[in-house]
Protein backbone atom coordinates (compact mmCIF):
# COMPACT_ATOMS: atom_id res chain seq x y z
CA UNK A 1 0.00 0.00 0.00
CA UNK A 2 2.63 2.63 -0.81
CA UNK A 3 2.34 5.22 -3.40
CA UNK A 4 1.40 4.87 -6.41
CA UNK A 5 3.76 4.12 -9.84
CA UNK A 6 4.31 6.09 -12.45
CA UNK A 7 2.29 3.36 -14.47
CA UNK A 8 -0.56 3.93 -12.41
CA UNK A 9 -1.01 7.42 -13.30
CA UNK A 10 0.24 7.17 -16.64
CA UNK A 11 -2.94 4.77 -16.97
CA UNK A 12 -5.06 7.56 -15.15
CA UNK A 13 -4.27 10.31 -17.24
CA UNK A 14 -4.96 7.87 -20.88
CA UNK A 15 -8.66 7.61 -19.01
CA UNK A 16 -8.61 10.92 -18.65
CA UNK A 17 -7.54 11.72 -21.68
CA UNK A 18 -10.45 9.68 -23.52
CA UNK A 19 -13.30 10.21 -21.47
CA UNK A 20 -12.42 14.09 -21.71
CA UNK A 21 -10.74 14.50 -25.16
CA UNK A 22 -7.68 16.50 -25.92
CA UNK A 23 -9.38 19.25 -26.77
CA UNK A 24 -12.02 19.88 -23.83
CA UNK A 25 -8.88 19.54 -21.66
CA UNK A 26 -7.03 22.28 -23.49
CA UNK A 27 -9.69 24.73 -23.14
CA UNK A 28 -10.03 23.65 -19.81
CA UNK A 29 -6.41 24.52 -19.10
CA UNK A 30 -6.58 27.54 -21.02
CA UNK A 31 -9.68 28.67 -19.15
CA UNK A 32 -7.91 27.97 -15.71
CA UNK A 33 -5.09 30.15 -16.82
CA UNK A 34 -7.13 33.21 -17.93
CA UNK A 35 -8.80 32.95 -14.31
CA UNK A 36 -5.33 32.72 -12.56
CA UNK A 37 -4.74 36.08 -14.54
CA UNK A 38 -7.56 37.81 -13.83
CA UNK A 39 -7.39 36.85 -9.93
CA UNK A 40 -4.06 38.42 -9.81
CA UNK A 41 -4.85 41.49 -11.84
CA UNK A 42 -8.03 41.85 -9.55
CA UNK A 43 -5.67 41.75 -6.17
CA UNK A 44 -3.03 44.05 -8.03
CA UNK A 45 -5.81 46.73 -8.68
CA UNK A 46 -7.15 46.25 -5.28
CA UNK A 47 -4.54 47.43 -3.37
CA UNK A 48 -4.34 50.84 -5.01
CA UNK A 49 -6.99 53.24 -4.52
CA UNK A 50 -8.24 54.81 -7.71
CA UNK A 51 -9.43 57.85 -6.01
CA UNK A 52 -7.68 59.50 -3.20
CA UNK A 53 -9.24 59.68 0.21
CA UNK A 54 -9.21 62.71 2.13
CA UNK A 55 -7.91 62.45 5.38
CA UNK A 56 -9.25 61.82 8.51
CA UNK A 57 -7.94 65.59 9.96
CA UNK A 58 -10.54 67.57 7.36
CA UNK A 59 -13.52 68.27 8.46
CA UNK A 60 -16.71 69.60 6.22
CA UNK A 61 -15.93 73.19 7.64
CA UNK A 62 -12.87 73.50 6.19
CA UNK A 63 -13.72 71.92 2.98
CA UNK A 64 -14.47 74.69 0.38
CA UNK A 65 -18.57 74.99 -0.26
CA UNK A 66 -20.43 73.68 -3.17
CA UNK A 67 -21.34 77.15 -5.77
CA UNK A 68 -25.02 75.82 -5.40
CA UNK A 69 -25.05 75.11 -1.81
CA UNK A 70 -27.78 77.21 -0.12
CA UNK A 71 -27.27 78.27 3.30
CA UNK A 72 -30.23 77.54 5.36
CA UNK A 73 -30.00 80.70 7.68
CA UNK A 74 -29.14 82.85 5.03
CA UNK A 75 -32.40 81.57 3.28
CA UNK A 76 -34.43 82.52 6.01
CA UNK A 77 -35.49 86.36 6.69
CA UNK A 78 -36.33 87.20 10.49
Do not use: C, Y
Not at 21 to 28: A, E, R, S
Amino acid sequence: MGSFSIWHWLIVLLIIVLVFGTKKLKNIGSDLGGAVKGFKDGVRDGSTPETPVPPASVTAAQQPADKTTIDVEARNKS
